[in-house]
């Protein structure tokens, strides 16, 4: 058994992390657009990318490291994605990184980037950090920040994990990320770093199943970036650790900076979950819980806080998945919306639907009525304003 | 050799049909919302519907025929999809088209509706249309007025071919859509009818051909309807026929009526014709031409008149395709905007790309580089608007 508890500081409560963010002049507002994170110590690293073709050219320049390689540094910036730069791009990481060297030493460091697509990172002003940055600050509000992009605040959490064995350790995450986040984690970057005296093998295995019940469950509009990141860096130093605990906190971490995320969403308001069950297989149930949650009609119903489950039920229809009208259910909340038996909404039940829906979270189960898998994803709902910045901002 | 004209009267131009509009108050507006279309002779008839698992009432209605059935009549309806409503809703249909009965003496008739989800159609309201329509009426634009839901205009077409033979044939068409329309034909119907003698095998061949080519190309937003419907019929009043210029007629009503609707995407205001080509395969080209025309954020960067080619470029990466960034290449128009040369955006070119965003029309194409194989889609911007009518109307 053991305590988990939420703490204060975020990056700064684990052992051996510094950090800090900067602005160099490439954002406009009072927020850093380049930072860091570092440990006194060399860390365990372990990565999972964006399924995009094009990866960017900080994941290809992170992928030319041996397998099991340790890092002391991560390089952040915002503004520039540095992503279709071609070999000039990872060129341009070396060279950044080599000016590094010169005010801080450093051991196989990390860039990571996110922002505008297609144009060279400015390494003068990226540059011009490193004199800039305090390499002993523990700000992780400032770096939390300086990796903000079209987000409206900054994501960041720490947990404390006590062992019965008296031992304890932390886990600390920030992230970013807002609009264009999809099944395949678009445009955002997560960084996670411990103390906990983590085996490479267990950190492999937990962040991938950590990734693929948080990140992976979350759409905002069903797009997929160049530059997804989520990566998690362990330095040992606390000598404790607990498999269980350590996946609790993990998964605990991952979800709730997912959901952050969601709620980020771009000009979304409320947060749905969609839960498929009663399927014949997990993949008919996910295929259909995603396709709920990246439906254009059914985010815009959800905006409009109508109780219009024909939207559902037609999505449902068109995912290709086993499916049946006549064992079909859909439920807002407890709320039974559509049966076989009770196909026409009646005004009482109305009044309830519009309730549960003026909600800012709620959650819509579909039970397909044919088998026992289930699966759930996170969606938002699409407003005006989602449209807005995407207009406005240039990715 | 033949000669294809452009010809008025939708409908009312092919002979032996007959078709009306009336308002019976399911629409608020002074538009028809119950229409028909009839033959003063038997039609062979030939549909392709959605591939909505849950098909809406009048499709499945109509499976109840047998092969080969011929029919004189279709009766619409808008404002009420009679999808989701289970066997009820074709008993629905029955007993309304056994109402008809009384009125009009018809052969195998026909439902087709479109609107709302999940509520049984009014019988008595619908009923009430029978004595109100004019059964000789050439009534094309009532016709296809009654049939409009979220369209902002009608959609009628109609073509005179003249062959070298002396014959002639007439082939027109209305359809309807706007918003909800896919790959999968979302949301639309549409009724093209003939006088040509054309054999049955070559409706069936040449109607999934037209389809494939126009309703199957467009895409407003990814979403597929419980009624889509395309339907063909031919009464062989001219007893002419060739078949290549059947087919030409029936590619150009069908790819027309796509772009009609395309134009009237909710909320649209500019229509994008993406063409990927230099594929492996069609199925690559087609996938990356699917997800352009279907990504919100290409979408949104198009309503933003931004000439932003990283979007183009990451939501190519996404789809899954074969694809390398030094061998792709991407324009706008006859622009170069991307190239493994090029690939920062210069003023210059910028400028350019401006000016071609502005159009209400336009080409974005992307050369793989890869092999022989395109494919092109059509797609539309999405604006403030579509949010808006989307959340304020119920499907």
Known sequence: MFNLF???????????????????????????????????????????????????????????????????????????????????????????????????????????????????????KIGSAFSKFDYHAKNSDKTARAIMTTDSFKKELAFKIELDDGGSFNLAGICKGAGMINPAMATMLCFIVTDANIPKADMEELLSEATENSFNKISVDGDTSTNDTVMLLSNGHSNSYDKEAFREALNKITFELAMMILKDGEGANKLVAFEVKGAVSQEDAKKASMALSNSLLVKTALFGEDPNWGRIASTIGASGIDCDDTLLSIYYDKLLIYSHEQRELDKEREEKAYKIMKNSSFKVTCDLGLGEESYTSYGCDLSYDYVKINAEYRT
């Open 6 to 124: 939420s703490v204060k500081g975020g990056l700064s409560s684990v052992q051996g992390f510094y950090c800090d963010g900067v602005n160099v002049g490439m954002k406009d507002s009072q927020d850093g657009d380049v930072a860091f994170i570092r440990s006194d110590t060399p860390c365990a690293i372990t990565a999972r990318f964006t399924s995009n073709k094009f990866q960017a050219a900080p994941i290809k320049h992170y992928q030319q490291y041996e397998k099991d390689f340790k890092t002391d540094f991560i390089l952040m910036n915002a503004k520039n994605a540095n992503a279709m730069t071609g070999e000039q791009g990872v060129k341009d990481i070396e060279a950044i990184l080599e000016t590094l060297q010169k005010h801080q030493k450093v051991q196989n460091p990390i860039m990571s980037s996110t922002g505008v697509i297609g144009y060279r990172l400015n390494q003068e």
